[in-house]
């Protein structure tokens, strides 16, 4: 029988036999669960706890992905896809002292992204991203995909800055095209994010108590699950939704 070594699951998400909740067992929607104190975040005090639930999967998500691109304060940084996730990683990025770019198809989602700090916006259907990132700010030193789209991937390689890092937080199906030449002439690296370890909540937490980071929000009934799944689906959703339990 093969052999699993345990350091991966002490260094964070990466345990090779590991159970995600509403992905690979069921209970996401559940009102109640047990949960071991030393495993559970601890929330702020005089949080509101429906403005407070997407920083614990969003929110640390795109967190952790952004100490991945290791931009620095001051240098710029491309958050391409202004949904749940992209909306706190422009928050977090500026929180962070970077400087901003925001990429999407859509005006409104750039709207919020220019609401909530980002200097450059961009239209991918406008305008050719690469280019237009390119032309206003010289390239990213950093690159966040949080889209859902393949398209956004080999966007990400075009946008980015000789010696950049580009990191991958959204999970589409399919591949993107990856050209060889160019990732190894302005030695990019690409990289994948996934979540975030105990310490990366304590931090993310720590931003919101410290009032830099507000989620966009709207708090639905459980019995709208799909209703909601729909609107997911027709991205007619700002931020994202909250499900409030009776």
């Known amino acids: 029988m093969r052999q699993l070594s345990v350091l991966p699951c002490r260094v964070g998400n990466l345990c090779e036999e590991q159970t995600n909740s509403g992905y690979s067992t069921n209970g996401s929607f559940g009102e109640y669960m047990l949960v071991d104190a030393k495993f559970a975040a601890r929330i702020p005090e005089g949080a509101d706890p429906y403005e407070v639930a997407p920083v614990l999967c969003a929110g640390v998500t795109v967190y952790k992905g952004l100490k991945e691109t290791e931009v620095r ?5 491309v958050i391409s896809g202004i949904g749940g996730l992209g909306h706190l990683a422009v928050q977090y990025a500026v929180a962070m002292g970077m400087r901003v ?6 005006d409104d989602k750039l709207a919020l992204a220019k609401k909530h700090g980002a200097e450059v916006a961009v239209n ?5 991203p690469a280019e237009a990132i390119q032309e206003q700010i010289g390239g990213a030193h950093g690159v966040l995909v949080t889209a859902v789209h393949p398209d956004a991937f ?13 990191v991958f ?5 399919g591949e993107f095209p990856a050209p060889i030449f160019d990732i190894v002439l302005k030695r990019l690296t690409i990289r994948g994010s996934i979540v975030g370890t105990r310490k990366d909540m304590e931090e993310a937490l720590d931003f919101y108590a410290r009032g830099l980071i507000h989620p966009t929000f709207h708090t639905r009934e459980l019995g709208e699950i799909n209703q909601i799944f729909d609107e997911m689906h027709h991205a007619k959703i700002d931020g994202r939704v909250v499900i409030k339990y009776q």
């Open 73 to 77: 304060p001051g240098e710029w940084v």
């Open 101 to 106: 770019a925001a990429v999407d198809v859509a």
């Open 124 to 128: 991918a259907f406008a305008a050719d």
């Open 154 to 166: 080999g966007q990400a390689i075009g946008m980015t800055r000789r010696k950049g890092t580009i």
């Open 169 to 173: 937080n959204g999970l589409p199906p």
